[in-house]
């Protein structure tokens, strides 16, 4: 049990670990901070937050645990807005999408007080954001992914363990460096696609049309091209360095299917579509490795 929760950035993310926390009894009180005070005003209205704190370093005094939900690109802001209040044995985390810019801004800013942080990544979420969506169930069975640096302290990496797989999470953890060449793969760069495709298809002169005729196949490829602007701006460059390998990656891949296109050879093309089809049949969500290498 926390006496106090503190979470800075009142959104999908933040919102819903105050209300799994809360459904769960690990916590006594949750202070919350956003920077438009009608978000933390319109938190406390839906009881996510008991109260509304004026900055971030107040949301963290007298928590004994806080999370910092807000964009990958305003991590480093907001360490150096806390750090004096982030003592000993105060359990500090994040939820970004990335994890080596995280930790390396963490390195840069908490310094001494690198012990009380455990990275993670909850790997959740809706199309719809903010904190109207906010959800206790948001977490429930799915994988959270912890990347703890040599100095965080075992015993709050344990008690980040604890918090998560209390509120039906499944914990995982990992290097920074392999969740980020993991995620570029199975994430960032879908996205990236997703973007990119649907502009292909709405920037045409006919592409009205063409949208007018799309059926489910179109909507499930593109469901993820909904995705927040400022999030996946902010992920898609501070991951960059292995979203662009695993660009490389499928565009040899492209083009090789292209080729047997262009050469009318049907017998590779099916071997190709068979390929990843049976791959994709074998497949099944949540598959880990013994080491946590994302599968």
């Known amino acids: 049990m926390f006496n106090q929760l503190g979470v800075i950035g009142c959104g999908l993310m933040g919102g819903s670990f105050a209300l799994a926390v809360k459904r769960a009894g690990l916590v006594k009180r949750v202070i919350g901070y956003s920077k438009s005070p009608s978000t933390t005003e319109k938190a406390k209205r839906l009881g996510i937050i008991d109260t509304a704190a004026e900055s971030a370093l107040l949301a963290v005094s007298g928590s004994d645990i806080v999370l910092i939900a807000v964009p990958v690109s305003a991590t480093e802001a907001t360490f150096k807005a806390i750090r004096h209040l982030v003592e000993p044995g105060v359990l500090l985390m994040d939820v970004g999408s990335t994890k080596r810019d995280v930790v390396d801004a963490a390195r840069r800013v908490l310094k001494e007080r690198i012990g009380s942080f455990v990275p993670a990544h909850p790997i959740a979420g809706k199309e719809a954001s903010g904190i109207a969506h906010a959800d206790a169930a948001l977490y429930t069975g799915r994988q959270v992914i912890l990347t703890p640096l040599l100095q965080t302290s075992p015993e709050l990496i344990q008690k980040a363990t604890d ?27 879908p996205h990236m696609l997703a973007f990119a495709y649907f502009n292909a298809v709405a920037g045409q002169p006919a592409g009205r049309d063409y949208l007018s005729l799309a059926g489910p196949g179109f909507r499930d490829f593109t469901r993820i091209a909904a995705g927040d602007p400022e999030m996946w701006r902010d992920v898609l460059l501070a991951n960059r360095e292995e979203i662009l390998k695993q660009a490389m990656r499928f565009r040899h891949t492209l083009d090789a299917m292209e080729h047997v296109i262009r050469n009318g050879n049907p017998e590779a093309l099916e071997d190709m579509i068979r390929g990843a089809s049976e791959a994709r049949a074998g497949w099944h969500m949540g598959a880990v490795k013994p080491g946590g290498g994302a599968r």
Do not use: I, Y
């Open 163 to 189: 918090v998560w797989a209390a509120v039906g999470a499944q914990v995982l953890r990992m290097t920074p460096e392999n969740h980020d060449a993991a995620f570029a793969a199975v994430s960032h760069l």
